[in-house]
């Protein structure tokens, strides 16, 4: 029996029925929010070189494999897949794959059953170790351009704390965790590349490779920060004023946002129909503000819903307003809410660990910049509501 050929004939079933799997799956979070397409990936192409592989008239295309869970690999470090998540997969595919042919291997001689079992198994080991293989190699090439970044990040850091000594004290503070954790995981994991004896662990290595990368993502986002509320303070922002869809750039932020918000079981309603069809502004500056209030809420409300509204105003002005039902600001804080590396603190914690006071503070510069300003309503255990107020067409 040729059960290559039932495979060929069941290889969609097997495809629907392993993204249903991976969709369900608690343990490859990294696939919520991700489309059919984005999981399906090269799977297909994997399925249809096993198809090549157990048929006794084809050469084996051993290539295909090799070169199709390759490419898997690489887009599943840029998605931010983890090794882990990666193993499963595959594990869920062996298994969906077996109980598709299991009637008909059934229906085999032991001679068949063996072989075909053996080579279905040989050909998912091999797309599993290429497959890491390309992640690594991505996750090598990721952490190469991070280096270069901060490199870059760092002449420009260097001369600015050079230039403004009042929060050099706080900065070192906030640089001080994420840097030690990107030098010692980055000292240990070279140091194993250095010894002679081949290192066995290698998932081992591949979660302090994660750890680097994580606290670097972290930096680089508070470096961002800090020179993006420099250039400002300094003068260097220069509007780039063009037609504008409003209602487009919100439903493209609100899109990006998304999974942070299923993350948290939170709903993001969005009621901007009353807001201009087309308005002259920044549109890189103003996606900036909307990205950073949005992101804002999510990260400081635990249940609820995130609201965003649009209307028109006289005097040719309009507002959008992003309201959640968060912690609330206190009455004593409000006024601060807009100062640099001023954050909110809950009832359990301090502040929150992501935050580095400077979002607001860069929005409430970035809406000035827009010949607007910004409002701001809340209520401790309630909610906060920031209403952007902005002309319809921006002035240089």
């Not at 994997?46 to 390759?70: E, G, H, P, R």
């Amino acid at each position: 029996m040729d059960f290559s050929q039932v495979l060929a004939e069941k290889r969609e079933s097997i495809l629907d029925k392993w993204i249903v799997a991976v969709r369900k799956d608690r343990q490859i979070e990294s696939a919520d929010g991700l489309s059919y397409t984005a999981i399906k990936n090269h799977i297909p192409d994997v399925l249809k070189a096993m198809v090549t592989v157990l048929s006794k008239s084809q050469d084996n295309n051993i290539q295909s494999i090799v070169i199709a869970s390759f490419e898997h690999g690489a887009i599943r470090a840029e998605q931010g897949f983890d090794p882990a998540e990666i193993a499963r997969e595959y594990h869920l595919l062996r298994t969906i794959i077996l109980d598709a042919l299991q009637a008909d291997l059934l229906s085999g001689t032991p001679s068949e059953i063996i072989r075909s079992m053996r080579l279905i198994d040989a050909i998912v080991d091999e797309a599993i170790a290429q497959c890491f293989k390309s992640y690594v190699e991505e996750r090598f090439r990721e952490l190469q351009q991070l280096q270069s970044s901060l490199t870059l990040h760092n002449e420009e850091l260097t001369r600015l704390i050079s230039a403004n000594q009042e929060y050099l004290s706080q900065l070192a503070h906030e640089l001080k965790h994420p840097l030690t954790s990107i030098i010692g995981y980055s000292d240990l994991f070279l140091r194993q590349q250095r010894r002679k004896t081949k290192v066995k662990d290698t998932s081992a290595n591949l979660e302090h490779i994660e750890r680097v990368l994580r606290n670097g993502r972290q930096l680089l986002h508070l470096i961002n920060n800090i020179l993006e509320l420099s250039r400002y303070d300094a003068g260097q922002i220069k509007l780039q004023l063009a037609p504008t869809d409003v209602r487009e750039l919100i439903n493209n932020v609100c899109e990006m946002l998304e999974p942070l918000a299923a993350g948290k079981n939170l709903k993001i309603v969005v009621d901007c129909d009353r807001a201009a069809k087309e308005l002259i502004t920044d549109y890189f500056q103003f996606q900036q503000i909307v990205t950073n209030l949005i992101s804002n809420a999510i990260r400081y409300t635990e249940s609820g819903t995130i609201m965003i509204m649009c209307q028109m105003l006289e005097n040719q002005r309009w507002a959008i307003a992003i309201s959640d039902t968060g912690i609330g600001i206190a009455p004593e804080n409000q006024a601060q809410i807009f100062e640099p590396y001023f954050r909110v603190s809950s009832s359990d914690r301090s502040y929150l660990p992501d935050s580095t006071g400077l979002g607001l503070a860069i929005v409430s510069r970035l809406v000035k910049l827009l010949q607007g300003q910004i409002n701001l309503v809340s209520e401790v255990g309630v909610g906060s509501t920031f209403t952007i107020i902005l002309p319809l067409e921006a002035k240089i």
